[in-house]
């Protein structure tokens, strides 16, 4: 797989000859960047680009990720298709419109999200820890899970079991990084900032997966589509979430890898500063290229290509009908 560039910087991102330059703000020196096996790149800081930077990166196929306020994944700005089928769009449609296909959908993509909730509950339970009624809580809500519930019914169970899972941070983290309530826009403490963030570049992730195939990514199934966000990325986001950003919190904390000094507080929210986020994005990339054996295809694939797996096993399954099985940790 290709990999990501995070730029932090705030200043001017520009073409330079076939690479890429940043020309800082504060006069330093300029850095090159290179296009080659990129995937896309992601913009923290204040960043000036034109249309010729864009036309260079629709060439190359390349996306780029921003981040605004508070770090807030605000949009992105995608290649052209590398795929384009009308019958895959027309399916995708077809399916949302289907209330039975839609409900069987979505309660795939809510059984796999809590079922990798509890694989992290799992692995810390008996750590030093006592998570058994978490755990207990998770398999009641999966059982609950029914292809014949209404949508608003099933993300009710899926909100219900992220409750509980949340209640296992407690138990996980230290004192310093204990999680009250989740909150957001804006997170008011630390934890919050830390899987607010952590969300975000799974989704940002999950946008360019998805534009690898030729599916719409405003089309979704558990989430319902709206204006200005890509609503098929919240679908399958739900299911890595746990996997990646989760995992790469408790271990950056649980390591003391990320500290309070990591922070920065004004006007109630609380955000990483640019020293936390580069030692976030660094763990979350070097996440993302870890590698597992994938049971069927019967060779090792890294943690992002399993985002695209993803996407391309859904898009198999509107075209051919073979029944989708969301993703659900097996290691």
């Given at each position: 797989m290709d990999r990501n560039y995070h730029v932090f910087s705030d200043g001017r991102l520009e073409r330079s000859d076939d690479t890429l330059r940043l020309v800082p703000d504060d006069d330093g020196d300029k850095q090159y960047i290179p296009i080659e096996n990129a995937e896309a790149f992601f913009l923290h800081g204040q960043i000036d680009f034109n249309t010729r930077l864009m036309s260079f990166l629709n060439d190359r196929?390349?996306?780029?990720?921003?981040?605004?306020?508070?770090?807030?994944?605000?949009?992105?700005?995608?290649?052209?298709?590398?795929?384009?089928?009308?019958?895959t769009v027309v399916n995708q449609v077809r399916a949302y419109e289907d209330s039975q296909h839609r409900r069987q959908l979505a309660a795939a993509i809510v059984k796999g999200s809590i079922h990798n909730m509890r694989t992290n509950v799992v692995y810390y339970n008996g750590r030093d820890h006592d998570l058994?009624?978490?755990?207990?809580?998770?398999?009641?809500?999966a059982a609950r899970v029914d292809e014949s519930l209404p949508i608003d019914e099933l993300m009710g169970i899926e909100a219900t079991a992220k409750k509980a899972y949340y209640r296992s941070f407690n138990q996980i983290l230290?004192?310093?990084?204990?999680?009250?309530?989740?909150?957001?826009?804006?997170?008011?403490?630390?934890?919050?900032?830390?899987?607010?963030?952590?969300?975000?570049?799974?989704?940002?992730?999950?946008?360019s997966a998805i534009r690898a195939t030729a599916l719409d990514p405003t089309i979704s199934y558990l989430h319902e589509p709206g204006e200005r966000r890509y609503s098929l990325?919240?679908?399958?986001?739900?299911?890595?979430?746990?996997?990646?950003?989760?995992?790469?919190?408790?271990?950056?904390?649980?390591?003391?890898?990320?500290?309070?000094?990591d922070f920065e507080t004004e006007l109630g929210s609380c955000l990483l500063n640019e020293a936390g986020r580069k030692?976030?994005?660094?763990?979350?990339?070097?996440?993302?290229?870890?590698?597992?054996?994938?049971?069927?295809?019967?060779?090792?694939?890294?943690?992002?290509?399993?985002?695209?797996?993803?996407?391309?096993?859904?898009?198999?399954?509107?075209?051919?009908?073979?029944?989708?099985?969301?993703?659900?940790?097996w290691w």
């Open positions: 196929t390349v996306a780029l990720h921003v981040f605004g306020w508070e770090d807030y994944y605000a949009g992105s700005v995608m290649p052209k298709r590398g795929q384009t089928s009308g019958k058994d009624s978490v755990i207990e809580d998770l398999e009641a809500a230290p004192r310093e990084f204990q999680l009250t309530q989740r909150e957001y826009n804006p997170p008011p403490n630390e934890i919050n900032s830390l899987i607010s963030f952590g969300n975000s570049l799974v989704y940002a992730n999950c946008v990325s919240l679908d399958i986001a739900d299911l890595f979430k746990p996997v990646l950003a989760d995992r790469v919190l408790f271990r950056l904390v649980n390591r003391n890898q990320i500290s309070e000094s030692t976030y994005t660094k763990a979350f990339e070097e996440m993302l290229e870890r590698t597992v054996e994938h049971p069927t295809l019967n060779r090792k694939v890294s943690y992002q290509y399993l985002m695209r797996l993803e996407a391309y096993k859904l898009k198999k399954h509107l075209l051919t009908g073979e029944a989708y099985d969301s993703f659900q940790r």
